[in-house]
């Protein structure tokens, strides 16, 4: 029984549609490899610092945590000598996602379509900007500038 559904996996997997795809795949990454046959999806190119380029897809209607959830699924495939206990959490608090350097995705419950991406784009890891909490001192009723 094992060796049959062993043997029905290789002959999926030896499909051209579905040749691509990488050793660890799971239900997402057939689900894009299919919509990308239908052309639903949005291809991207995560540029980061030393010239490395990471192809990434998302559905035509993905939102912003969707895509932050294939990036990271990109870059712990691109770079096998990451440390396990990497926090992801940390980095998206410190970086979001842009394009172009100029286009911030910083509201992850946005679809993609609202930041205008578009297909073959580059997507980059920018520094997050941060906007204090804390409330404006009161000035002195005096107080000239």
Same mark, same amino acid.
């Given at each position: 029984m094992l060796e049959e559904i062993h043997d029905l996996i290789q002959d999926l997997l030896g499909d051209p549609l579905l040749a691509d795809l990488p050793e660890d795949i799971d239900s997402e990454d057939v689900r894009c490899q299919i919509a990308r046959a239908k052309g639903h999806v949005i291809?991207?190119?995560?540029? *980061?610092?030393?010239?490395?380029?990471?192809?990434?897809?998302?559905?035509?209607?993905? @939102?912003? %945590? !969707?895509?932050? =959830?294939?990036?990271t699924k990109a870059i712990k495939r691109a770079t096998p000598?990451?440390?396990?206990?990497?926090?992801? *959490?940390?980095?998206?608090?410190?970086?979001?996602?842009?394009?172009?350097?100029?286009? @911030?995705? %910083? !509201?992850?419950? =946005?679809?993609?379509?609202?930041?205008?991406?578009?297909n073959n784009d580059n997507i980059h890891l920018t520094k997050r900007? *941060?906007?204090?909490?804390?409330?404006?001192?009161?000035?002195?009723?005096?107080?000239?500038?």
């Open positions: 291809d991207l190119t995560l540029v *980061r610092p030393p010239d490395n380029k990471i192809r990434v897809c998302v559905l035509h209607n993905a @939102r912003v %945590s !969707d895509l932050q =959830r294939v990036v000598d990451l440390p396990r206990a990497y926090s992801w *959490r940390s980095l998206w608090r410190r970086y979001c996602l842009s394009i172009g350097g100029s286009i @911030r995705l %910083s !509201d992850p419950n =946005r679809l993609l379509v609202h930041y205008a991406v578009k900007v *941060r906007v204090s909490q804390r409330p404006a001192k009161k000035r002195h009723k005096n107080f000239t500038p």
